[in-house]
């Protein structure tokens, strides 16, 4: 899920616009700024995504928890040490309480 094609579309932050490379199939549902300059992108259907802008690419950083699929990605937060926090609430609601909070540590770990 990386490109390096010119058509691609990225982040334009000076212009106020904000497009995404066509293979996400869906509107990205929040993004984040890491201190890093990467930009993280929770995605209804592709999970955690970075997108680098200086490099032009897009690439899958988290799309599963031992081996589930998530539901559906929502919100996401950066924390001053690097942890990555994002919902996974999908179609659920008052009728199926089954979503989801995760926190992604800097080690890798990933903590429901």
């Known amino acids: 899920m990386s490109s390096t094609s ?7 932050f000076t212009g106020g616009r ?3 490379d066509h293979r996400i199939r869906r509107l990205a549902e929040h993004l984040k700024v890491a201190p890093d300059g990467r930009v993280l992108v929770s995605d209804y ?3 955690l995504l970075e997108l680098d802008p200086q490099r ?3 690439r899958p950083l988290l799309g ?3 081996s589930e699929s998530f539901r559906g990605c ?3 937060h950066i924390a001053t040490k690097g942890d990555i926090y994002f919902t996974d ?3 659920t609601g008052l009728h199926d309480r089954t979503g989801r909070a995760f926190r992604l540590c800097p080690d890798g770990r990933i903590i429901a």
């Open 18 to 20: 904000l497009v995404f």
């Open 74 to 76: 929502n919100d996401l």
């Open 6 to 12: 010119p058509s691609a579309a990225f982040p334009d």
């Open 45 to 47: 259907i592709n999970g």
């Open 64 to 66: 599963h928890r031992n």
């Open 89 to 91: 609430q999908g179609q």
């Open 56 to 58: 032009g690419t897009i």
